[in-house]
């Protein structure tokens, strides 16, 4: 899947979280400047699996800190 259309898609899933339009840049992290709690990142993650058709192990979870490296994330295991 090409950077841009993660991308886009990755906002949609965040917009879909209540995360303002404002906060999403590649470098905000999640919990810190996003403000996911732990109710919003379950929901950030069931989203992110249904619309990129992946499933993320609970071992790489640390892997998915930021907006970036969840582009970073996603590039590798999405066809």
Same mark, same amino acid.
């Given at each position: ?12 899933? %965040? ?10 840049? /590649? ?5 810190? !400047? $996003?403000? *996911?709690?732990?109710?919003? %990142? ?10 990129? /058709? ?5 071992? !790489? $979870?640390? *892997? ?16």
């Amino acid at each position: 899947m090409k950077q841009e259309r993660i991308r886009r898609n990755l906002y949609k899933v %965040l917009r879909k979280t209540g995360v303002p339009r404002n906060k999403i840049v /590649e470098d905000a992290a999640l919990t810190e !400047e $996003l403000l *996911m709690d732990e109710v919003d %990142l379950t929901c950030f993650l069931f989203l992110l699996e249904t619309k990129f /058709e992946v499933e993320i192990e609970n071992s !790489e $979870l640390s *892997m998915l800190n930021s907006v970036g490296s969840t582009i970073e994330y996603l590039q590798k295991h999405c066809a």
